[in-house]
C-alpha cells in the first residue's frame, strides 16, 4: 500500500461547480496534512494546511481531515480556469527514521469554461 | 529576494556521464531538499539536510550523492547517469527554525528538467 494515495485523473469540473479532490494516507501517526498546487511546467506551492479533525475553509479553498478513516480531502468551490493544475497532497511521516514530507501522486484538475 | 535557485533548468546527459545540479537559497534557512518527480508521478525525496556539514538520505538516494559546505548551497551530484535518472528535479529549503512539518511549507526552485539518453 502507497503511504498517500490520492486519483490521478483527470478530474474535470465545470466552471463554478465545486471541485472535490480526496486523499488516503496509511501511517496513524501522521499529524500534519497538506495540500499543494502545480501547475504544468512548474513548481509546486502550498495552498492549505490542516491538523485538526474537521474542516479549515481559506476563501474558496476548504481542507477536511478525518483521522479515523485516514482520509484528508480538498474542495474548491465556485471553480475557475485558472484552477485548473495538479494537486498534490501531502503528508508528514517517516523516512529513514527521520519525519519528512511524503506526497502522493497528485490529481490533475481540468475546470471547464 | 532570488528564493531557491536551480540550475541548470534543462540537461541532457549520455548514459555514464556526471554532473552536478545546483540549488542556492538566499533565506538563510536551515532546512534543504531535493525531490525528483517523474512524469505523472508526485515527488520523492532523495537527500535532504538539516545545516551545513549534514545530509542525510530520503526514499530514493541511489545514484546520487550531496554535500552542504555553506548554508546557502546544496548540489546534487549524479554519479554514472542511468536512463531512469530521467526526471525533473526540485531543490526546496523551508524555515530557519526547521518546522517542515508544522507548517509544511516548502519553497522550491524552479526545477531542473534533466534526461539521460
Known amino acids: 500500500q502507497k503511504e498517500v494515495e490520492q486519483n490521478s485523473g483527470p478530474l474535470s469540473v465545470p466552471e463554478g461547480a465545486i471541485a472535490s479532490l480526496n486523499c488516503t494516507y496509511s501511517?496513524?501517526?501522521?499529524?500534519?496534512f497538506f495540500w499543494y498546487r502545480q501547475y504544468s511546467g512548474k513548481s509546486p506551492e502550498l495552498i492549505m494546511f490542516i491538523y485538526s479533525n474537521g474542516d479549515k475553509e481559506d476563501g474558496r479553498f476548504t481542507a477536511q481531515l478525518n483521522k479515523a478513516s485516514q482520509y484528508v480531502s480538498l474542495l474548491i468551490r465556485d471553480s475557475q480556469p485558472s484552477d485548473s493544475a495538479t494537486y498534490l497532497c501531502a503528508v508528514n511521516g517517516f523516512i529513514q527514521g527521520a519525519q519528512k514530507l511524503v506526497f502522493g501522486q497528485g490529481t490533475r484538475l481540468t475546470i471547464n469554461p | 529576494n532570488a528564493g531557491v535557485t536551480q540550475t541548470p533548468k534543462f540537461r541532457i546527459l549520455k548514459i555514464g556521464q556526471s554532473m552536478t545540479l545546483q540549488c542556492a537559497q538566499d533565506?538563510?534557512?536551515?532546512?534543504m531538499y531535493w525531490y525528483r518527480q517523474d512524469p505523472g508521478m508526485g515527488l520523492k525525496l532523495i537527500y535532504y539536510s538539516v545545516g551545513a556539514g549534514i545530509t542525510d538520505k530520503g526514499e530514493v538516494p541511489n545514484g546520487y550523492n550531496v554535500s552542504r559546505s555553506t548554508t546557502e548551497d546544496f548540489p546534487l551530484r549524479l554519479e554514472l547517469a542511468a536512463p531512469s535518472q530521467t526526471s525533473v528535479y526540485f531543490c526546496a529549503s523551508s524555515y530557519p527554525d526547521g518546522r517542515p512539518m508544522n507548517t509544511g511549507e516548502l519553497f522550491f526552485g524552479e526545477g531542473s528538467r534533466l534526461t539521460v539518453l
Open positions: 533565506m538563510n534557512h536551515n532546512y
Open positions: 501511517d496513524r501517526g501522521s499529524q500534519s
